[in-house]
């Protein structure tokens, strides 16, 4: 069984994986869920659909094992 320490890592690899911006994005993670809040943007010289971004991170996580749901409340700049 994965930790909920041990899944947050794995989370930010996945999410720093992507063109986006995560400086103001809080990642924790409880009993399995995964909840991303805060601001996401495109990094500079990538133009992107940052909303498209995070579905395709909502994707990849779920597949993840130990990871029972992904929430996303997210400021999209």
Do not use: C, N
Not at 5 to 18: F, N
Not at 19 to 45: E, M
């Amino acid at each position: 069984m994965t930790s909920d320490a041990e899944l947050r890592r794995l989370v930010l690899r996945d999410i720093t994986k992507r063109h986006i911006d995560t400086s103001r994005l809080d990642v924790q993670v409880y009993h399995g869920v995964v909840y991303l809040r805060g601001v996401v943007s495109a990094l500079r010289g990538h133009d992107i659909d940052v909303q498209a971004e995070m579905e395709i991170i909502r994707r990849i996580l779920r597949q993840r094992p130990g990871v029972r749901d992904v929430v996303i409340d997210v400021t999209y700049r």
